[in-house]
Structures are given as C-alpha cells and as structure tokens.
C-alpha cells in the first residue's frame, strides 16, 4: 500500500486548525474544564464535577449528529483553508473525489433513541450534509459513512485504497468526529464505570474532536503537484463490523498480531524504531492490552528508541475522531523525514487496528 497523505483538518479542544493543535500536543499542552452541569458523588457526601475537555465556543448546544456535523465542518474547513484545493468550478476534481464520514459506534446503551433510524439514514443526515457545508461538488455516490469508532481510520483507508487501485477515485476525504460531551454519552461513561472520578483514578475524561485526511494516488498527487505530508504504507485489522470487546487476554494478542501485519506489509525494519501513537486513554483495560502486547513484540519493536505520542493526554477522549487526529499528528512530526510511525487503535467494540506511515 502506498497511499499519498496531501492534507489534514481539524479542530479540538487546544485549536480550530491542524497545525496549532499538533504543535500543542506536542508540546504535552492541554485545557481541560470542569463541567459543573455534570457532577458525581465525591463519596464523602459531595459532588465532584467531572473534568472534560471541550472545543470552547464552537459546538456548544450540539448533541449527536448534530454535534458531529459541526466538529466534522469544521475539520474540513480548516483542510480546505491550509490546502488551497480547487474551487467548485473545478468539476474534474471533484468528481474524481470521495468523502468517507467516521461516526462513533451506534451502541444501543449511549444512543437509546431511534437508534435503528439513525444507523439507516447515517449518510444522509450526517455524510451528506457535510458535502453541503464544504459547498464543494462531490458526486453522492461517492460519499460514504462508516459507524466503526476507533476503529474506523484503517477502514476508511482500506476502502480509499481499493477506490484508488481501482481507478473509480483518484483522492478520497476521510473526516472523523465525536463527542463525550452530551448528557447521554456522560451517563454512559458514568454507568459502564468509564468516567475519571473520585475513588477511580483509571478512568478516562471526555472530549470531542473533529478531524479529517486528504489521501490521494501517488499519480494523482504528483499530476497536481500536491504537498506530500507523508505515506500510508500498511493497513491491518479492525475489517470486521463491532460486536463485542474480545476477553482481555485475547485482545492484547489480536493487537500484537495486526501490529506485526501492519509492520511486515509496510518493510518495516527489523526491529522497528520510529513513533507510537497510541490512542491509549486511561483505561485499565486499554493499559492492560497494549502492555501485554508490549511483552511479546520486545524483539519486533526497540521501544528504547521509539518516540511515543498519546494524543488523550491532550484531548480527552475523542472517539471517532482519535484515527484522523493521530495521523494528522504523525504528519506533523514526520514531515520532511523518511521515519515511519505505528498508530494503534483499540474500539470499545470489535479488534484492534494498526497502521504505518511514512514521513516525506
């Protein structure tokens, strides 16, 4: 695989563009905010309000679809400003353009309202407007949506290089958003026992993102002279629709087995030095698969010599969106290199994915 990376977007809660959140991740900056409109027992007759970690004065008032409309926008707003892609006039362009909308998984427990006419008409209340707001001529049946979480990045890319192989596409655009920030997603965080609170010092704290990639052919981006911002250089796992969270035990082996996929595919040296974006998020259960992962790739991967990046740190939570941040992330810290980077993802829901990129 040898997918061209020639732009990112996004919009969190340190930024409303690409290159300002990246430096702040990088950086190890975070905002996090007290949410005084949702507080648990503290367990000594008070409340305690849960810390999050929201984009400020961008999507306050949005919950669920709507609120992924707006991070996603805004996501491709910025990929459209940082790009200079063409206008609309520029109908080859577009025509030979897909767009790939990621959604969190459709659990019935978070989204317990008409949640079979939301995953039946997901493209067209969330994929389709999103081409409306970009108020670019995308053809709609090039336009996709994918409920997968954390797992929906190597999906995407795996259908954007078949698009792209197969000539039916020369560039596909894959947005990614999410957001914990709604009183459903708290109370199920809070219910399933997720949440960092009181007593529970491995939960996770939650955020909202927008993101979104621009890949494209290598014949495709040299014929327009793209910036290249790095490679796609092997997908491996999370192929299968989300049912169920294997045993712990299993889950670790399954990452440990896509991560040497992904790394064989992409010729990836032997041991491999290079980045880890892990979209680990305090989780035990997270902890617990990557560390026994860890033990059976220690000749596989020199972790001594690897630079690590999690990207929850920064941001919370963010779902969905975590894929599409974590390569715009790598992008940034590889750019005018030929390291390679390893992103692990690990779904509430279904198997682990890996992914390899390569700086430019």
Request: net charge negative; glycine share 12%; with cysteine.
């Amino acid at each position: 695989m040898r997918l061209a990376i020639t732009g990112v977007g996004m919009v969190t809660s340190l930024g409303y563009g690409a290159v300002g959140s990246c430096a702040a991740i990088e950086a190890g900056l975070a905002r996090p905010r007290e949410m005084e409109d949702f507080t648990v027992a503290d367990g000594e007759g008070g409340a305690y309000p849960v810390v999050s970690h929201p984009v400020s004065g961008f999507a306050e008032g949005f919950t669920d679809v709507g609120a992924w409309i707006r991070l996603a926008e805004g996501s491709l707003s910025d990929l459209l400003h940082a790009t200079a892609l063409p206008p609309s006039a520029e109908r080859r362009f577009w025509d030979a353009t897909g767009l790939i909308a990621l959604a969190p998984i459709l659990d019935a427990t978070r989204f317990p309202a008409d949640l079979e006419g939301l995953s039946a008409s997901l493209r067209e209340d969330y994929a389709l407007p999103l081409v409306r707001l970009m108020r670019r001529p995308i053809r709609p049946d090039h336009v996709q949506a994918l409920a997968l979480g954390h797992g929906g990045l190597a999906a995407a890319l795996r259908e954007a290089w078949k698009l792209l192989s197969n000539h039916a596409l020369e560039r596909v655009i894959i947005t990614g958003a999410d957001s914990y920030l709604d009183a459903g997603s708290l109370e199920w965080l809070y219910r399933n026992n997720r949440l960092k609170v009181p007593g529970r010092p491995t939960g996770l704290m939650p955020g909202q993102a927008g993101a979104c990639v621009l890949v494209e052919s290598e014949a495709a981006a040299k014929a327009r002279s793209a910036l290249l911002g790095g490679w796609v250089r092997a997908v491996a796992g999370a192929a299968s629709a989300p049912t169920h969270r294997p045993p712990l035990q299993d889950l670790g082996g399954h990452l440990e087995s896509v991560i040497q996929e992904a790394l064989t595919h992409a010729g990836a040296g032997e041991p491999f030095r290079g980045g880890l974006l892990l979209d680990l998020n305090g989780e035990d259960w997270k902890a617990r698969a990557w560390g026994f992962a860890q033990l059976r790739l220690r000749s596989r991967i020199d972790l001594e010599r690897c630079w690590a990046c999690i990207p929850c740190e920064s941001l919370g939570e963010t779902g969905a969106a975590s894929g599409p941040l974590a390569l715009g992330v790598a992008v940034s810290r590889l750019r005018g290199t030929t390291e390679q980077a390893l992103l692990c993802s690990l779904p509430d829901l279904g198997h682990p994915a890996a992914i390899v990129l390569e700086g430019h």
